[in-house]
């Protein structure tokens, strides 16, 4: 039976400034004339409104109220619209909505950043005008909140899991406008009288440079104050030898994951200098003389740490600040911002060199040898660095040479010791997001091989190489990891041996220290010892240079053995492939400034360094760049190894590190 009035246009709610003018719609068909009658409902008080017969129906907000209409038809039929809401808001910031609004979403309410107790409600607010009424969709972290769809977000029991940073959409069919991101804390970390809300940290050693003197104790001091500052919580990023297009790759995408209420550290160990109070950073291809076009401004990149709004920016230079370039111009930086967040740390005075010394086993700097002493300490970060200072003034080694500068504007009392209490993923982007995991191949003759990775640097890892398991039909098993001999070399360092390695300040004056070739392997390991936990291997490649990775990387496993039926030797291969995006993630360009409801949850969009599921494994020959060097070693089971070594097994894995065993008279000269 066919319905006497139907409906084809519903009246639509609209959310509008006090004094708007707009129109209410609604239009219906019937088989006799319609007549239209409108109606308001306030404070549960509903009314007929006179005069108001048409279908449209004109209004200037006055007060948020509920309207409808009847329709009737000359047979006393009648039907009644949906009800909607005309809102209305007395308070709306001066210049919304602008003056060519079409009706698209305006947002005037934005939520705040709270601190909440676990088990106490929740509540966040936002509103917009728009006509027609905008709809609301909340987001925690980037994640779409299912059940919140309203004008406030409600959480009667706040828990641990609800922190995180929020923000809400409104959208309308004339478009859609996000809020500001906020940020909520539940627990007790705002117990706390001060915590970070992340701790994130860049650490650049340049050893090896193209057209000056090679330094030494980058490396170390890079490695061990990252193993120092990952117990005090912060995700680490440890880079060696970058040149100025990677530091600049590296810079940026550091700063792209600072934000509000970060604990920030960049430290830097190679040459550098200073003019007219700039310091510059000299990357490893920068040219004589030293120009700032082709150096990297410290300040500059405090300036862009300070946009991301932290709570605490630590810059640590480990380099000389000898005057440079006096008819240079300087790069142009704005002054920083006065908001008292900003600690400088330098290993030296103006016009001085920074020192580096033989420190028992490796080459260390005079500025790290004190450093790591006192940075894990439970106090005001410039009162730590204060304790640094008075160590090396007592150093008689470096007396009247190099004395610590601190400069800092820091007006609370934060401490790298300071809790951690997260707002959502963006920590979690940064470093190692994934380990490499260990994986277990087998050759066709039975021998099952554990191949294990270990990380020195963000960009050097090793690939270690363990027999599991060896037939009874086999002997003498000796295994090589190496790169298939059709791979073209890797850029940037010369086939065939390892790059020289050392640190760009000044050598302490005194002897050097010779040491033999053999003994290079014995020094990686130890490096490698000191952070996990060391078992006998039979053999291990060394990748390093990652950030040049532009292709896959192949590596190949040889197994070695006699065959004891037939005394006859033979080498089975396998090739392991480690994809590009493995290995060169940290380089790559990804911003996460804009929300997006669309993307994943935030823990799977993050930038990991590592992804273990880009490892494969077959027996069939890929091309790739030489990335490093093999180095066999003799089996922990005498009946199944032979402690020969390989004919193409003269390379040394550690001459990277060789540097460190090394130290002589050395000044950073431009």
Request: proline share 6%.
């Amino acid at each position: 039976m066919q319905e006497a009035i139907v409906i084809t246009e519903q009246p639509v709610s609209v959310s509008v400034p006090l004094g708007y003018s707009f129109m209410l719609r609604c239009r219906a068909e019937g088989q006799t004339s319609l007549q239209y009658q409108w109606f308001c409902q306030h404070q549960s008080v509903c009314r007929q409104i006179p005069g108001a017969t048409k279908q449209d129906l004109p209004i200037t907000a006055q007060q948020s109220q509920l309207y409808t209409c009847r329709i009737n038809d000359l047979y006393k039929n009648s039907i009644f619209s949906d009800w909607v809401k005309v809102e209305v808001h007395h308070c709306v910031a001066r210049g919304l909505p602008p003056r060519l609004w079409q009706g698209e979403p305006v947002i005037i309410l934005n939520p705040t950043e709270q601190q909440v107790e676990m088990g106490k409600p929740l509540q966040l607010q936002c509103a917009a005008m728009g006509v027609p009424a905008p709809s609301y969709q909340w987001y925690q972290n980037g994640n779409l909140l299912e059940h919140q769809k309203k004008k406030k977000l409600w959480i009667s029991h706040a828990k641990v899991s609800d922190s995180g940073t929020y923000l809400c959409c409104a959208s309308n069919s004339r478009g859609e406008h996000w809020t500001n991101a906020v940020d909520i804390h539940i627990g007790t970390c705002h117990s706390e009288k001060f915590f970070a809300t992340g701790k994130i940290a860049l650490l650049v050693g340049n050893n090896h440079y193209q057209h000056h003197p090679n330094l030494m104790a980058p490396v170390t001091d890079v490695f061990e104050l990252s193993l120092l500052l990952e117990q005090l919580g912060f995700q680490v990023v440890s880079l060696l030898d970058l040149n100025k297009t990677e530091m600049e790759a590296a810079v940026s995408r550091f700063l792209e994951l600072l934000g509000k209420g970060v604990y920030a550290i960049f430290y830097y160990a190679g040459h550098g200098y200073e003019h007219l109070g700039r310091n510059y950073m000299v990357p490893v291809d920068a040219p004589q003389p030293y120009a700032p076009e082709n150096c990297i401004s410290v300040q500059r990149i405090l300036q862009r740490m300070q946009q991301q709004q932290t709570a605490l920016n630590l810059i640590l230079l480990d380099t000389c600040r000898k005057w440079y370039n006096s008819e240079c111009a300087l790069s142009q930086v704005q002054p920083l911002e006065p908001w008292g967040n900003t600690v400088y740390g330098y290993a030296t005075s103006e016009d001085a060199e920074a020192y580096e010394l033989q420190d028992g086993e490796f080459s260390s700097g005079i500025f790290m040898k004190y450093l790591k002493k006192h940075i894990l300490q439970e106090k005001k970060v410039t009162h730590m660095l204060e304790d640094v200072l008075e160590d090396i003034g007592q150093d008689p080694l470096v007396t009247g040479k190099q004395v610590m500068e601190i400069k800092h504007t820091l007006k609370e009392a934060r401490s790298l010791t300071d809790p951690i209490c997260p707002l959502g993923a963006g920590a979690k982007r940064w470093g190692h997001g994934h380990e490499l995991l260990s994986r277990l191949v087998t050759f066709p003759c039975g021998a099952r091989v554990e191949l294990r990775f270990h990380r020195l640097f963000s960009n050097l890892i090793y690939v270690c190489a363990k027999l599991q398991h060896s037939p009874a039909h086999i002997a003498d098993t000796r295994l090589l990891l190496c790169q298939p001999t059709v791979s073209p070399p890797f850029p940037g360092f010369p086939t065939g041996s390892f790059p020289q390695s050392g640190v760009g300040r000044v050598a302490k004056e005194m002897d050097s220290v010779a040491i033999p070739k053999e003994s290079h392997w014995d020094q990686v390991k130890s490096l490698l010892t000191s952070v996990y936990k060391w078992e006998e291997l039979d053999c291990v490649f060394q990748l390093y240079g990652l950030q040049k990775i532009q292709t896959d990387v192949v590596l190949q496993l040889d197994l070695h053995y006699t065959q004891l039926s037939t005394k006859q030797k033979i080498c089975e291969s396998l090739k392991t492939t480690l994809q590009k995006s493995l290995l060169g993630q940290f380089f790559s360009q990804i911003n996460y400034s804009q929300p997006n409801y669309r993307r994943a949850p935030a823990c799977e969009g993050g930038v990991c360094l590592w992804d273990a599921a880009a490892l494969s494994t077959d027996l069939k020959g890929q091309e790739s760049m030489r990335t490093g060097f093999g180095h066999s070693l003799p089996s922990s089971n005498p009946s199944n190894s032979s402690s020969e070594p390989e004919e193409n097994d003269e390379s040394d894995l550690s001459e990277l590190c060789s540097a460190l065993l090394q130290a002589g008279p050395r000044r950073d000269y431009p």
